[in-house]
T-cell receptor, first 112, second 112 residues
């Protein structure tokens, strides 16, 4: 089955810096790649997603890039703010939007 | 418009017992997926229900079973509980798996 590796496990940045989280996947049939943000004790929330027919997608300070050949995708957050502090999960799906394989998560800490 | 709701929020059981968790999907959604999130890990896909049938299943033993009702709500049942079943159980819903799913706040299950 699909396997998703996520790095780093923790990331500390200063407010205003950029943050990059990287994921690799194993199954070349995967075609949907969402990113979720989970604050402590709260539900995972979708922040951005990309399908395999697109190489890059942006939404304000957040962007995701996908390299199908290398089977990796990355989350880029610019101008980080303390409220960006949370655990971020990448995921991949071979079929549909719901049968997701998640990475182990990255704890992002943004210091004022 | 109510989002995905889960009950109960917390539950404590002992080894060998059985448990039932409940999920009401977001209004207009007909597909329900269940995930297990162990502490410090990403969610793991358990199974997905659509039209009252289990449509897809992850790598979980038969002790994990589910049901979907005509109103699209769903139950997750776990028999013969083990200490390793302690986790946050997340429910997510979507419209026929054709759009990104929305997560509930989860049920925190502790096994003593």
């Amino acid at each position: 089955g699909e396997n998703v590796e996520q790095h780093p496990s923790t990331l500390s940045v200063q407010e205003g810096d950029s943050a990059v989280i990287k994921c690799t996947y194993s199954d070349s049939a995967s075609n949907y790649f969402p990113w979720y943000k989970q604050e402590l004790g709260k539900r995972p929330q979708l922040i951005i997603d990309i399908r395999s027919n697109v190489g890059e997608k942006k939404d304000q300070r957040i962007a995701v890039t996908l390299n199908k050949t290398a089977k990796h995708f990355s989350l880029h957050i610019t101008e980080t703010q303390p409220e960006d502090s949370a655990v971020y999960f990448c995921a991949a799906s071979i079929s549909g939007y719901s049968t997701l394989t998640f990475g182990k998560g990255t704890m992002l800490l943004v210091s004022p | 418009d109510a989002g995905v709701t889960q009950s109960p929020t917390h539950l404590i059981k002992t080894r060998g017992q059985q448990v039932t968790l409940r999920c009401s999907p977001k209004s207009g959604h007909d597909t329900v997926s269940w995930y297990q999130q162990a502490l410090g890990q990403g969610p793991q896909f358990i199974f997905q229900y659509y039209e009252e049938e289990e449509r897809q299943r992850g790598n979980f033993p038969d002790r994990f079973s589910g049901h979907q009702f005509p109103n699209y709500s769903s139950e997750l049942n776990v028999n013969a509980l083990l200490l390793g079943d302690s986790a946050l159980y997340l429910c997510a819903s979507s419209l026929n798996d054709n759009q990104p799913q929305h997560f509930g706040d989860g049920t925190r299950l502790s096994i003593l």
